[in-house]
C-alpha cells in the first residue's frame, strides 16, 4: 500500500534536547510538508520541499531544522530553540510541486510532548 | 496566517441528519480543498472545488463555493456515526503551491 509513515507516534523531548520525526513516502510525490496542529487549531505551515535537496521555510521554522537527501523521506529536527514544542506534527506531500490544485496526502502525525 | 475560518466551531447532530459546515477566506484564490480528520489521526483529503465552480458533489458531500462572498459550504448529508470527525477547509493564496488551513469545525453524530 502506497502511503506516508510517521514515527514514532509518541516522542518525548527533555530540556535542551533536539529530536527528529521520521517521515517516509512511496507515493512517488515531488513535494512533502511539515504541519504543527496545536489543540483546536488548523495546521500551521513548518517547511516544505518541492524537491530533492531543496526547502523552504514556512510560517513558522524558527526552532526547527529539515533535510531532503532522498525523495522519500523528509525527516523534521525539533532543536532546543524551539520553547513550545508539545503539539501534534503532521507530514504530507503532493505529487508535484509549485501546483495548487492538488490533494495532499497526510501521515498519521507524530505526538510530541516535554518531559 | 489563517486563510480559511471554518463555522461553527462544533456542531453535534443525530444520525440520519444532514450536516452544514461553512468556510470563509480573505483572498483571492485558485481552488478550495476540503480535508477530514478523525481524532490523533492525519487528514484525509475530501473534494475540491476549482474557482470556477460553484458546486461539486462526491458520495453523500456536496460543496458550493461563492467567490463574490469568498465561502464555501460543506454539506454531509444522511450523516453516520462514522462521520464523527473534524473538517477543515484549505485555500491557496492567490495560486501558492502552499495550502492555508482553517481552525476547523468538530462534528459529532450521535447514533
Known amino acids: 500500500d502506497g502511503g506516508i509513515t510517521q514515527s514514532p507516534k509518541y516522542l518525548f523531548r527533555k530540556e535542551g534536547q533536539n529530536v527528529t520525526l521520521s517521515c517516509e513516502q512511496n507515493?512517488?510525490?515531488?513535494?512533502m510538508y511539515w504541519y504543527r496542529q496545536d489543540p483546536g487549531q488548523g495546521l500551521r505551515l513548518i517547511y516544505y520541499s518541492q524537491i530533492v535537496n531543496d526547502f523552504q521555510k514556512g510560517d513558522i521554522a524558527e526552532g526547527y531544522s529539515v533535510s531532503r537527501e532522498k525523495k522519500e523521506s523528509f525527516p523534521l529536527t525539533v532543536t532546543s530553540a524551539q520553547k513550545n514544542p508539545t503539539a501534534f506534527y503532521l507530514c504530507?506531500?503532493?505529487?508535484?510541486?509549485?501546483?495548487?490544485?492538488?490533494?495532499?496526502?497526510f501521515g498519521d502525525g507524530t505526538r510530541l510532548s516535554i518531559l | 496566517s489563517q486563510q480559511g475560518e471554518e463555522d461553527p466551531q462544533a456542531l453535534s447532530i443525530q444520525e440520519g441528519e444532514n450536516a452544514t459546515m461553512n468556510c470563509s477566506y480573505k483572498t483571492s484564490i485558485n481552488n478550495l480543498q476540503w480535508y477530514r480528520q478523525n481524532s490523533g489521526r492525519g487528514l484525509v483529503h475530501l473534494i475540491l472545488i476549482r474557482s470556477n465552480e460553484r458546486e461539486k458533489h462526491s458520495g453523500r458531500l456536496r460543496v458550493t463555493l461563492d467567490t463574490s462572498k469568498k465561502s464555501s459550504s460543506l454539506l454531509i448529508t444522511a450523516s453516520r456515526a462514522a462521520d464523527t470527525a473534524s473538517y477543515f477547509c484549505?485555500?491557496?493564496?492567490?495560486?501558492?503551491?502552499?495550502?492555508?488551513f482553517g481552525k476547523g469545525t468538530k462534528l459529532t453524530v450521535n447514533p
Open positions: 507515493l512517488n510525490h515531488d513535494a
Open positions: 484549505a485555500t491557496d493564496e492567490g495560486g501558492s503551491e502552499k495550502l492555508v
Open positions: 504530507a506531500s503532493s505529487i508535484r510541486a509549485g501546483i495548487s490544485n492538488q490533494p495532499q496526502h
